[in-house]
């Protein structure tokens, strides 16, 4: 059953913490993403990658760092220099190809630092 | 760097009315994306329009992208309880996908 999984669901974690989410994607797709989504803001691009062991920061990347090890998986993690760490991660995945390059997402994370 | 600009933040229809949202980019975008998010989902894609001034339809949706691929916009005709969730635009340059910050449909029956 192909698709992309994050986890765990909800997250709790203190303050000054760091912390991983975890995002794994069995569709054979070169290029993976981590959204961040709050409230009236949409999603904003936190890192992205297009190719393993290579990544770019998106609009928002302080306080984040990711790795790309293997294509399968792009694990983010929320640093304890990320001000306002509190919100909903979603990773997503697609194809580079010039066809459809439509993203697929996980459930998503919810983050919450307490 | 490229900004995508979704309006409006707020849709509220009556039942069989038609609707449009808008999107635009500060930037000459390679691709457009629709999608469409349930609350409490993730956002699952509706269509990709790719032409200087393309136009597709998804039975009561019409999907536009601007002469200058720097534009899109999203017509729902005679709206359904079923359009019911948050509509975001994403513009595609290169390998960067840049979301909208959405438009949040309710319906009243």
């Known amino acids: 059953d192909g698709g992309i999984t994050q986890s765990p669901k909800y997250l709790f974690r203190k303050e000054g913490q760091n912390v991983t989410l975890s995002c794994e994607q069995n569709l054979n797709h070169d290029a993976m993403y981590w959204y961040r989504q709050d409230p009236g803001q949409g999603l904003r691009l936190i890192y992205y990658s297009q190719i393993v062991n290579d990544f770019q920061k998106g609009d928002i990347a302080e306080g984040y760092s990711v790795s790309r090890e293997k294509k399968e998986s792009f694990p983010l993690t929320v640093t304890s220099a990320q001000k306002n760490p509190t919100a909903f991660y979603l990773c997503?995945?697609?194809?580079?190809?010039?066809?459809?390059?439509?993203?697929?997402f996980g459930q998503g994370t919810r983050l919450t630092v307490v | 760097g490229q900004q995508v600009m979704q309006i409006p933040q707020y849709q509220h229809v009556q039942e069989g009315e038609d609707f449009t949202t808008y999107c635009n980019s500060s930037?000459?975008?390679?691709?457009i994306q629709w999608y469409k998010q349930r609350p409490g989902g993730h956002p699952v894609f509706l269509i990709q329009l790719v032409k200087s001034g393309e136009v597709k339809k998804q039975k009561r949706l019409t999907f536009q992208f601007g002469e200058a691929k720097k534009n899109s916009s999203l017509h729902i005709t005679a709206t359904q309880t079923t359009d019911v969730g948050t509509y975001f635009c994403?513009?595609?340059?290169?390998?960067?996908?840049?979301f909208g910050a959405g438009t949040t449909v309710t319906v009243r029956a």
């Open positions: 930037t000459t975008l390679s691709n």
């Open positions: 994403a513009g595609k340059n290169d390998y960067k996908l840049s």
């Open positions: 997503a995945s697609s194809t580079t190809g010039t066809g459809a390059t439509e993203a697929f």
